[in-house]
Each structure stands twice: as C-alpha cells, then as structure tokens.
C-alpha cells in the first residue's frame, strides 16, 4: 500500500498541473447537472414499515387524507381580553382561509385549519389587534445554517500558527473547500434522480471540510518533517514519501469513517441512510484530495512548505509525554474518572424527532404550538389517530392521559378516533398513553406523535447492532494495521468513554435546559446518537491511526522510548485537528438549526474529549503501562492476517521486519 500511494504521490507532484485541471473538471461536471435539474430538498423524517405509518396509509385510504398536509393559523386577543372583542377580525380572517374557526373553553386562543395562509389576510388581522401565528406547515423553517466559513477561519489560524506559512497554511483550506464543493454539488445533482433529505447536505458539510482538512494537515506534516530532516532530499522525492507513509494512514483512517457512515443503513431508516451516505461520499473525495491533489499542490509550493512553525507542540509534546508516561497510573485513573462522571447523564437521556415545539421561542411556529398548548391543553399539539372496528370510545375515554375522544366516523367496517392526550407529544406520559392503547389488539394507533414515538423506538433497538457493527469492524481493521490485539481494544474501549462524555454532556445542555443552549430544552433527536456514534467513532480512529502510527513505527525501529517518541511526532497533528473540528463544530452550533445544533454540539464535545483526554493523556499512559505487551500479536494470527506497511518501511533502504509474536 505505501508504496502504491509513493508511486501515486510521485505522479502526481509531475503533472501537477494536469491533476489541478482534473479536479476542476470534476469540480464543473458536478456543478452542472446540479444547477440544471437539482430538486428541492426533502424536510419530511419519515420511516416506512412501522405499524403507526401502515395505520396512517389505512387511515387515508378509508377517510382520505383529511387535514394530515393542512396546518393551523393559531389567533388570540390580547392577555386579559377575549375574541369577542374582535369578532370582525376574526370573521374576515375565516373569511379568506375559508375555513371556520375552533375556539378554547376561555375564549382568547382559537385556530383554523388551512393549506395556506394569504400574508394580507393575516397582516389585516393583526392590525386589528389579533396575535395570529402559523403553524410550520404554512411557513418556512427558521434560519439557520451550517455555514462553513466559521470552520475555515478557525482552520486557517490554526494551521497558520502549525505551519507558520501562508502557503502552506492555505492548501489544506484549499483542498478541503474544493473537495467539499465536489461533494456537495454531486449531492445536489443526485436529487434529479431521487428525493434527498434537508439534513444530509449539512452533515456532509460539518465532517467532509473536517476531515478534509485533517487530512491534507497530516501529510503536509510529514513532508514538512522530512524537508527540515534531510536537506539533501528532494521535493518530488519528499513528496512522493509522504504519500506513502501518511498517505497510508489517510486512506485507512478514511476507510475506518466511510464504513462507519455507511454502517447507517442497519438503521433501516432512510433519511439516516441518505444522511450518512453523503457524509460518507464527502470523506471518500477528501481522501482523493488528500492523495492527488495535496501532492501536486505541494510540488507548486517547492521548499517554502516547510516554512517556520509558530505552534509549540514539538517542545512541548517531549515533556508532556514524558509527564504522563511517570504518573500513567494516575493519569488513566483520572482520565477514566472525568470521561465517566461526564457520561452519567445518560443513562437519563430521552429520545424524540423534532416538532414545532422545538423551534427557537422567536419562531412563528413555535409561538403557534405555545398558544394551541395555552388554549387547548399541551395534548392537542399531539393528537392520536386511533383505528378500531369497536365504535364504543369509552373504553379509550377511561384510560389514564386521555383528556378527550373525538369520534371521526365509521368506513369499511372501522372506526376513527381522535384521542387528544393531557401531555404534549414528546412527555413520557404520551408515550405510556400509546403503549397502553396498544395492549388492546383492536386498538390500531398512528397520527404523527405515535410515528415519531415508533420511529425512536425503532433507532434505540438499532442502536446496539450498528455499535456493535462499527466497533468489530474497527478492531479488525486496526488489528491488521498496527498487529497487535491490545492496541484495537484500547481504542474501542476509549472510545465508548469520548462517546458517553459526549452524550452525557449533550443530555445536560439539550434535554435539561443548563445554561440555556436549548430553547426549548427537551428530548434529544432519535437519531442524534447514531448519528454521533458514526461520525465521532471515526474521527477518533483518525486520530489513533494519526498518533499510535508513530509509536508502531519508533518501535518497529527500535527506539528506547516508542511511546514517547511517537507522541512527539503525532502529538503536534491531533493538537491542529482537534482544534479544526472542534471550530467546525463549534460553526454548527452557532449558526445550526434546531436538527443540526445538538448534533454540532455533541461532535464538538466528543472531539474535545478524544482529541485532548483520551488520545493526548490516556493513549500514552496505557500503551506505556502495557510496554511490549502493547505491541503483541500470536504468531499464528500475524500469519492468516494481511501485512500492511503503515509506516513506510517497504520504502526505507533497508526495512526491517514487523515485530510479531
């Protein structure tokens, strides 16, 4: 594999300037079909095969659709006043909506129920004194985005300050915005073809410029390395022998995120599908990036890569590694008390899908959901659809939660209940409600609260198997890369401490409301930890495979001190990407939309932890603890397994075996 990247490398700085017209080609092939047929993007969160989306098509099929794609314009009169006061207004607000008006038991707080609101109409309304808010069916979502400027700045001054030169500091800026504006651009040529979901698009962003970056950051390293060691080596040359030891450690850290993204589909849910495929298809060109175009922009830049650098982690890293390696016991200890105090909240996190409740307090739409919840109780923002051949509501009416029954007719033999709740949609006591109603055979429940309740149940049982899919894998992968058992189960082990942290803390933030992050404060999205569980589970592996490589390499040398040598030289690396994913996700958090934003956030935390507990205190602390043993492989194993050259040593004049056994 090295020296297949070496060769790839080497061709790449000659004709560099044929791979720089390559990727713009690809960049303008990808552009085109996407501004002359790309279709708006999908908003719906839905999952086929549930037994409340069955019930809902049989619903529609027996009554028809009904108001299902209506949504409410939701007026009040002023606190202390009733509707009376303002029956024209009302009136000719009807009158335009052509629908009639549902009004609460004290008379300031009704709704109609249309397919659209005319902005004149509802502007004469609130002239005259009304407060009238609409629902998210007949208004555009809050702004919000995911912009990447944030996390270009913040990679700039970090590898600015790495680097200590603008050149080099600029071409994995270049590299990754390139590659991020391939990816997305083929993303939105793909909807000529099929339906994509809103988030995918956001979460491509988030990870492809990351890793985009980091990757670019680690190769760029190694040759500014060797440019500084030997004077006497050439650029091409260097260039050629970055590709094939970092470029190495690239591609199968890249190959660990891809698997893990696509890992997604076991979910069976097919916005999570669409979702990680994409980020998946953004790290996959950022790799391609990394091994073609980072060589031949490295050739234009000549000697000057190796420029100056300001950061000071190649001073620092001896003595801090050296630090953690005399107190490793106190170190793990310590590392493995604060991860695990981190990660308790979990154990009380809730699941839901977002709903126009969870839309900043600003919002149209959550105004609307908080007056309906004010006027009609917090249950009609969530009613159920109940399907049952027994036209009797009482039985409904006597269980506990349930604060009215509205019969809504007999078709075909069956009978359609609306079963308002007292709580909200995403209360506990909603779901018991539902679970209850289906102890009762006869009993078929849907609307969109039983549907996102399904769908939640349907990713926590997911959950398991994908985790479980995602580590075994990267155990073997990294058993076959660095030949060693314990080195594999080390970072799975440390890995489910990032991920806890990470959860625990987005609990605390999200679902209890602490510092006021949230607004509102409530469930977390069903599919946020699955979602976690893939991004972060590769980006830790990025950074095990970018600092554990340079241990396996001093010590397949020889070296006195593998660990701290090695950390010496990775350290430096996982510091700038820590710091680059960290402002990524840290741009997702600010400027994110309710979906994106806990999603941003918990990446954020989980690197933060990773980068600067696990990788930089714990790693280190275990790996020296364990001494040789770190290292081990049975002989019979490192016979049936693949070698492969991580470190390069095929291209060193005289390789030495890898230690085995």
Known sequence: MAALLARIGG????????????????????VGPAARFAKPLDTELTVSGLQSTHTLDEVHRLFGGGDDDAGKVVFAAPPGQTLASYQPAVAALGGALRARPTLSEGG????????????QAVGRARAAGLEV??????????????SPAIGLLIGFVVLLITFGSLSAAGLPLLTAALGLGVSLEALHALTAVTPVN?????????????????????????????????HDLGVRESIALATGTAGTAVFFAAL????????????????????????????????????????????????????????????VAPRWAGL???????????????????AVPVFGMRLGLPDDGSDPASATDRKAYDLVAEGFGPGANGPLLVLTGNPDPARIATLPDVARVIPGGVRGGQALFTVVPESGPESAATATLVARLRDDRSFLVTGQTAVAIDISAHLRQALPLYLGLVAGFAFLLLMVVFRSLLIPLKAVLSFLLSLGAA????????????????DPPGPLLSFLPTIVIGVLFGLSMDYEMFLVSGMH???????????????????KVVTAAGLIMIGVFGGGVAGGDPVVRPIAFALAVGVLVDAFVVRLVLVPAVISLSGRAAWWLPGWLGRAIPAVDVEGSSLEPEAEPVLVG
């Open 11 to 30: 061709f790449c700085a000659r004709r560099r300037w044929t791979v720089l017209g390559v990727w713009v080609l690809v960049l303008v092939a990808a």
């Open 108 to 119: 300031r707080i009704g709704y109609f129920t249309a397919s659209s609101a005319p902005g």
């Open 133 to 146: 808010e609409e629902s998210s069916e007949l208004t555009a979502p809050p702004a919000g985005s995911s």
């Open 198 to 230: 809103s988030v995918a698009p956001t979460l491509a962003i988030l990870l492809g410029l990351a890793v985009g970056i980091d990757y670019a950051l680690f190769l760029i390293d190694r040759h500014r390395r060797q440019l500084r060691a030997d």
């Open 256 to 315: 660990t995120v891809i698997i893990a993204l696509a890992g997604l589909a076991v979910a069976r849910v097919g916005f999570l599908t669409q979702m990680g495929l994409a980020a998946a298809g953004a790290v996959f060109v950022a790799m391609l990036m990394a091994l073609t175009l980072t060589p031949a922009l490295l050739s234009f830049v000549g000697r000057r890569a190796a420029g100056r650098s300001f950061f000071p982690g190649m001073s």
């Open 324 to 342: 953690v390696i005399r107190h490793r016991i106190a170190a793990i200890a310590l590392s493995v008390l604060v991860l695990g105090v981190l």
């Open 503 to 518: 959860l625990g803390c987005t609990v605390v933030m999200f679902q209890w409301g602490w510092f006021g992050l949230a």
């Open 553 to 571: 390499e001093e010590y397949r040398r020889g070296s006195a001190a593998p660990v701290a040598d090695g950390f010496a030289r990775g350290a």
